[in-house]
């Protein structure tokens, strides 16, 4: 296992204390998606029996949980969800995200909403001082694909589509490269604006309310100030 791996594993052990007061309850646990995500997802098959239900922010982690015997239930089925363990692609001092790497930016962030608590999990080299060295991913209404490539270029972005790429919901994914963001909740809010955008994959108006940091020298929790 990598060094990398090793961290991830760290922190995702690290995040059943933040959902073992639920154990034994009636709750739904929020689930997020990516590698990091996974190997929660396996820590977690150790305690299925005492998880009453889970919410998955995409199919891929909603098979990964069935296939550890862990029940999966749809969010309007639920009407609270006190806990959500997801990772990022990026995460900045104030604890707002890039996210979408693995394409699930979408479900991510209504299960996000929903959550009371944001359970961040992220190996250290996610942590940066200002976001966008990663492409920032913006889920879009296909039809509307290059009328977006031309708004975010106007932005100063460099838009890629995704290739070969579908969400669960059926959109396209355009990767903005070069992006420095230095007001993650504005940009958020202008590129949330445009018709044609259905989620961009910055996490800064519902940031993370935890963040467990994984370095060598230990997990460090971090809390929104
Ligand atoms: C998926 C995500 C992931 O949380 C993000 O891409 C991090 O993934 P990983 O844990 O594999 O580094 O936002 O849409």
């Known amino acids: 296992m ?6 991830k594993l ?19 646990i929020g689930i997020g998606t990516g590698s990091t995500a996974d190997l929660f997802i396996d820590e977690l098959a150790a305690h299925r029996d005492s ?14 949980l069935r296939g550890h015997g862990i029940r999966v239930v749809d969010l309007n089925d639920v009407e609270d969800i006190p806990v959500y363990v997801d990772g990022a692609d990026e995460v900045d001092a104030s604890l707002a995200m890039i996210k979408g790497g693995g394409g699930a ?4 962030k209504i299960v996000a909403a929903v959550a009371r608590t944001f359970v961040c999990i992220a190996d250290a080299s996610k942590k940066v001082d200002v976001l966008g060295r990663f492409p920032l991913p913006v889920e879009i209404i296909p039809m509307a694909r290059n009328f977006l490539v031309r708004e975010l270029s106007r932005l100063g972005g460099k838009p890629r589509v995704r290739e070969g790429y579908l969400t669960d919901n059926g959109n396209q994914i355009l990767d903005v490269h070069g992006l420095m963001i230095t007001d993650p ?4 809010q202008q590129i949330g604006q445009i018709p044609g955008v259905v989620t961009v994959g910055l996490f800064a108006a519902r940031g993370a309310d935890v963040l467990l940091l994984g370095s060598p020298a ?6 929104r100030k």
């Open 2 to 7: 990598s060094i990398q791996d090793q961290l």
């Open 10 to 28: 760290a922190v995702a052990r690290a995040a059943l204390e933040h959902v073992r007061p639920w154990f034994g309850s009636n709750a739904a």
């Open 51 to 64: 998880i009453a239900a889970t919410v998955a922010s995409s199919e891929r982690s909603a098979h990964r």
């Open 105 to 108: 930016l979408t479900r991510e």
């Open 185 to 188: 909740r504005g940009l958020e």
């Open 218 to 223: 230990g997990v460090q929790e971090l809390r």
